[in-house]
């Protein structure tokens, strides 16, 4: 293909290392630690399949539906983010998945040229639907508290930033949390620079250790919040929403009407009863939580009795993903051919890198394998590593 095809915005955006690695990871006897999927034996099979039988009662499931989303989803959905925020609050637009959600505010804020400062190690997604609008994108630094917001005030008085993004709970990739703290004076500089920040918060509902943090979004009405079912229900559902200011949330619908009209009615209707059904969810998120934290910890105790103080690892509190990055710099890129050779594969630091070198880093998830079949991977990576 030469460098004429496409536009100028598609020959921007970078490609994915996770999706490129797909066709490797599925490779017979590699264990996977590379990708970002739901356990497959916690996706709710039965419930998801009873909610569709009576979706498919009503002909409005198998209909054209409203480009904002099926007024059911959009008040179960307003409801949640209400609760989590403490105040009734803010619009609601249903999305195909978060992505969405991600690409059309991307969109709607972004001239060419517009700074967004996003965290480094970024999240591919975000940087991804960035490009596509030739912002400028501008990394801070993280640390086991998140987003060093302490670097953010120096750049802000130096340079006019239209959007933060942040990746609040559990960081893809960097396994972190926003600090109380720290969100708290993210949104003292929105108020006062003027900026938006995203708050993109699909695994908020998987901590299974440590105390649950307020949204960015409590402090300040200049966030919008990003989450999805993909998580917590399935990821097939292709249900995600974006919550907050109902003037932002009008030109993204309008974005939408272009891109695809509107939603699927029937996934929207199956999600609806399903976060509506809160004595079911609260059980099934509880199971998830359960196996997760038992694998993340098997995870993280292995790397630790295999690496010690050569690796330096997040301390796994929710979410999917365990950070580490080598003291001594070990090129984890240049290692990945020979650790998928020995039956294990991990998503190198460089795909996430933004400013920083992350050649030394690596991205590891601990959802789709069993407590044994961590330690077997680990045992692995340290005959590579």
């Not at 490609?15 to 490779?27: C, H, N």
């Not at 999240?123 to 960035?130: P, V």
């Not at 120096?154 to 949390?177: K, Y």
């Amino acid at each position: 293909m030469s460098e004429e095809t496409g536009s100028q915005s598609v020959r921007a955006v970078r490609g994915s290392a996770i999706r490129d690695l797909l066709s490797v990871t599925e490779r017979p006897g590699v264990i996977s630690l590379a990708g970002g999927l739901p356990a497959p034996e916690l996706l709710p099979a039965e419930r998801v399949a009873h909610a569709a039988e009576a979706a498919l009662r009503s002909p409005s499931a198998l209909q054209y539906g409203v480009t904002a989303g099926a007024p059911t989803l959009r008040d179960v959905v307003h409801a949640r983010e209400s609760a989590a925020l403490g105040r009734d609050a803010g619009a609601v637009v249903v999305t195909h998945g978060s992505q969405q959600a991600l690409s059309l505010l991307a969109q709607a804020l972004l001239d060419p040229g517009d700074v967004v400062v996003v965290e480094d190690p970024g999240y591919i997604g975000a940087l991804q639907a960035f490009d596509t609008t030739r912002a400028r994108v501008i990394g801070v630094p993280m640390d086991a508290d998140g987003m060093r917001v302490d670097e953010l005030r120096p750049l802000l008085e130096r340079e006019r930033v239209r959007v933060v993004h942040t990746v609040s709970n559990f960081h893809n990739p960097g396994g972190a949390t926003l600090s109380e703290e720290r969100r708290r004076e993210l949104a003292r500089l929105a108020d006062e620079f003027g900026f938006w920040i995203v708050e993109d918060d699909p695994y908020g509902g998987l901590r299974f250790a440590g105390a649950t943090v307020p949204p960015v979004a409590a402090f300040s009405d200049r966030v919008l919040r990003l989450s999805s079912a993909s998580k917590i229900v399935a990821p097939s559902l292709r249900v995600g929403w974006m919550h907050g200011d109902a003037t932002v949330l009008a030109l993204v619908e309008r974005l939408k009407q272009g891109a695809d009209l509107c939603g699927s009615s029937l996934t929207q209707a199956i999600t609806a009863e399903l976060l509506a059904d809160t004595a079911w969810l609260d059980g099934h998120v509880a199971g998830i939580r359960a196996v997760y934290a038992e694998r993340a910890l098997a995870l993280h105790a292995a790397l630790v009795d295999a690496f010690g103080d050569r690796l330096r690892l997040t301390t796994p509190e929710g979410g999917m993903f365990l950070w580490g990055e080598f003291t001594d710099s070990t090129a984890t890129s240049a290692a990945l051919g020979a650790a998928v050779d020995a039956g294990v594969a991990y998503v190198p630091g460089s795909a996430f890198a933004v400013q920083r070198d992350l050649g030394h880093a690596l991205r590891l998830c601990f959802t789709t394998g069993s407590p044994d079949d961590l330690r077997e991977a680990v045992r692995r990576l340290s005959t590579v590593l």
